[in-house]
Nanobody
Framework: QVQLVESGGGLVQAGGSLRLSCAAS????MGWFRQAPGKEREFVSA????????SYADSVKGRFTISRDNAENTVYLQMGRLKPEDTAVYYC??????????????????WGQGTQVTVSS
């Protein structure tokens, strides 16, 4: 059973930064998604098992950075230049076998419990 535990959410002013962490029970292809009230869950970023390949949604490219520490089985999402529209519950997710897509929720087998990020204007 894969376990994912997110941490690091909180309240920040627009223009500020936050770092989210996701501790996993093993090494997997990992993604970050977010879901704002009344909206569908959307892809934010993903990272391969080795960390050698990353991908980002256009809305966060240049502001967010995904990374991983494989010794600790932890994936990070460094978020900078935050905007009010980044407000959402952020989820990390794992693909135990790569589905061929980074961006579809259906490709991910396991999900964390979510952490709230609120950006005030």
């Amino acid at each position: 059973q894969v376990q994912l535990v997110e941490s690091g959410g909180g309240l920040v002013q627009a223009g500020g930064s936050l770092r989210l962490s996701c501790a996993a029970s093993g090494r997997y292809f990992m993604g970050w998604f977010r879901q704002a009230p009344g909206k569908e869950r959307e892809f934010v970023s993903a990272i391969s098992r080795s960390g050698g390949r990353t991908s980002y949604a256009d809305s966060v490219k240049g502001r967010f950075t995904i990374s991983r520490d494989n010794a600790e089985n932890t994936v990070y999402l460094q978020m900078g230049r935050l905007k009010p529209e980044d407000t959402a519950v952020y989820y990390c997710a794992a693909q135990t076998t790569y589905s061929g897509s980074d961006v579809y929720t259906s490709g991910y087998d396991y999900w964390g419990q979510g952490t709230q990020v609120t950006v005030s204007s």
